[in-house]
């Protein structure tokens, strides 16, 4: 079946316009990750939802930066007055109920702040 | 809290030679350690965990507790296996990863 797909997979913006990226996961997933890719950095983790529990937004590195997802499938993370140092490839992950520990990747999306 | 060190950023090997991928953790409890790889133009993919003991595509790693280490071992390297290979570690019932930096494998020919 389709994996996890996002979109844009590319998007440019100015600084201080707000973006939204998507991310739709394999179905029947029940636990979806957010996570920034960004060079010296690693990956970093940013938000993760499970089911109808409340999301651990432990990662998120400013107010400016929120996500939601509805109807326990597709997830939006919107990034708010956009800065320089949120440019990166942002990361959608979701994994299978009783298979935590495996997460499946998307494409991801490159967002350049300029 | 826990860390993921990947100490090189570069790696590079000749094909056929053995390759040794470092990474270290910090974390107080029991980790789940794994190593994700991603090859160019690729989504980031499970190689393998360190509970399955598992010797996927040549690849080894053993979980030393006492030297908190996770290294990635390939006694013959190929040219296919030029990608990026990030070290993670999940200490939450849930499987949130803290990943390392990041290794950029390089296998010439």
């Known amino acids: 079946g389709a994996g996890v797909s996002q979109s844009p997979s590319n998007k440019v913006t100015e600084k201080g316009k707000d973006v939204e990226l998507r991310c739709d996961p394999i179905?029947?997933?029940?636990?979806l990750y957010w996570y920034r890719q960004s060079l010296g950095q690693g990956l970093e983790f940013l938000i993760y939802?499970?089911?109808?529990?409340?999301?651990?937004k432990s990662g998120l590195p400013s107010d400016r930066f929120s996500a939601e997802r509805t109807g326990g499938s597709v997830s939006t993370l919107t990034i708010q007055r956009t800065q320089q140092e949120d440019s990166a490839v942002y990361l959608c992950?979701?994994?299978?109920?009783?298979?935590?520990?495996?997460?499946?990747f998307g494409p991801g999306t490159r967002l350049t702040v300029t | 809290a826990q860390r993921v060190t990947q100490p090189e950023k570069l790696l590079s090997v000749f094909k056929g030679a053995p390759v040794e991928l470092k990474c270290n953790y910090s974390?107080?409890?029991?980790?789940?350690l794994f190593w994700y790889v991603q090859y160019s133009r690729q989504r980031l993919q499970l190689l393998l965990r360190h509970i399955s003991r598992e010797s996927i595509k040549g690849f080894t790693a053993d979980l030393n507790k006492g030297e908190t280490s996770f290294h990635l071992k390939k006694p013959f390297a190929q040219e296919e296996d030029s990608a990026m290979y990030y070290c993670?570690?999940?200490?939450?019932?849930?499987?949130?990863?803290?990943f390392g930096q990041g290794t950029i494998l390089t296998v010439h020919p």
């Open positions: 179905s029947g997933h029940t636990a």
């Open positions: 993670a570690l999940s200490g939450t019932s849930y499987g949130k990863l803290t």
């Open positions: 974390y107080s409890g029991s980790p789940e």
């Open positions: 992950a979701s994994t299978p109920s009783g298979a935590t520990y495996e997460q499946y």
């Open positions: 939802f499970q089911g109808n529990s409340a999301p651990d």
